[in-house]
Structures are given as C-alpha cells and as structure tokens.
C-alpha cells in the first residue's frame, strides 16, 4: 500500500487509472526539471558534501547483463552503459 509516482520534466499524453490509485493510496506528482539557478544551487551542495552517484557501469556489448541484473536484483543504483 502506498507510494508515489514522481514525474520530473515533460510527460505529454499521460494517462493514469484513478481508482488502482485510490485504492492503494497512491499519488502522482510533478516538477519541473528545475531553473538555471535552482540546478547550480544543487550542483554546489552536491560538490561541498562530496556526492557522488552509486552506478555500476556495463559496456554496450553486454546490454543483455544488465537488463537481466536490473529485472533480477533490482539494485539501489543506476545502471549505465556505455558506448
């Protein structure tokens, strides 16, 4: 029961049932993808606390891995791959 569904940017044509929402008490939300000012604001928080993102990178000739690692363990990180 619960959890949301965040939508970041543009999703044109979107179509939600409302009732499995209600139901589980889901919800929907959106945000822009943010002003010039407001993403180097997060830049400069992100340098002074030294973030980084958690991803585990996989060569393009092994897509394959890495969709069934992404169905299989569902991991807390992206997945990237690289060209």
Same mark, same amino acid.
Request: proline content about 11%.
């Given at each position: ?10 999703? &044109? ?6 009732? &499995? ?5 889901? !919800?929907? !939300?959106?945000?822009? !993808?943010? !002003? ?11 340098? *002074?606390?030294?973030l ?11 897509v ?10 569902? &991991? &807390?990180? *992206? ?5």
């Amino acid at each position: 029961m619960g959890g949301r569904l965040h939508l970041v940017g543009v999703a &044109p044509d979107l179509s939600l049932p409302v009732f &499995p929402l209600l139901g589980g008490q889901r !919800s929907v !939300s959106g945000s822009p !993808s943010g !002003s010039p000012a407001t993403i180097t604001k997060m830049l400069d928080f992100i340098a *002074r606390h030294h973030l980084v993102p958690q991803t585990e990178v996989f060569p393009l000739a092994q897509v394959n891995e890495a969709l069934d690692k992404l169905r299989s363990t569902h &991991p &807390p990180y *992206r997945l990237v791959l690289k060209c």
